[in-house]
């Protein structure tokens, strides 16, 4: 098992800045790919933000590019999402994602942290 755990998010004006973490735990091994996605209500489907794969290689949704850079630290099993340029359409329920190398339908998730853009 992966347990995966998401930390740094907070209420910021808009323009401000977050740096999310989310650290895994347990099988390490299996980790492939990891991402970074938000959910701005329960109703509504989650959408990718960024993601990285083993290799460094990263991908940005279109509404982040040039602002959020995702980063990966192996020695500390922690991917980052640094946030910068912050807006209100930023708010949202950031979920932490990681791919399973052995079995690649599977992905796990962290519980999610809430990031509030206020105007």
């Known amino acids: 098992q992966v347990r995966l755990v998401e930390s740094g998010g907070d209420l910021v004006q808009s323009g401000g800045s977050l740096r999310l973490s989310c650290a895994a735990s347990?099988?390490?091994?299996?980790?492939?790919?990891m991402g970074w996605y938000r959910q701005e209500a329960p109703e509504k489907p989650r959408e990718l933000v960024a993601?990285?794969?083993?290799?460094?290689?990263?991908n940005y949704a279109d509404s982040v590019k040039g602002r959020f850079t995702i980063s990966r630290d192996h020695a500390k099993n922690t991917v980052y999402l640094q946030m910068n340029s912050l807006r209100s359409e930023d708010t949202a329920v950031y979920y932490c994602?990681?791919?399973?190398?052995?079995?690649?339908?599977?992905?796990?998730w962290g519980q999610g942290t809430q990031v509030t853009v206020s105007a």
């Open positions: 993601d990285i794969t083993s290799r460094g290689r990263t």
């Open positions: 347990g099988n390490i091994g299996r980790i492939g790919d």
């Open positions: 994602d990681a791919g399973d190398t052995v079995t690649p339908w599977r992905h796990y």
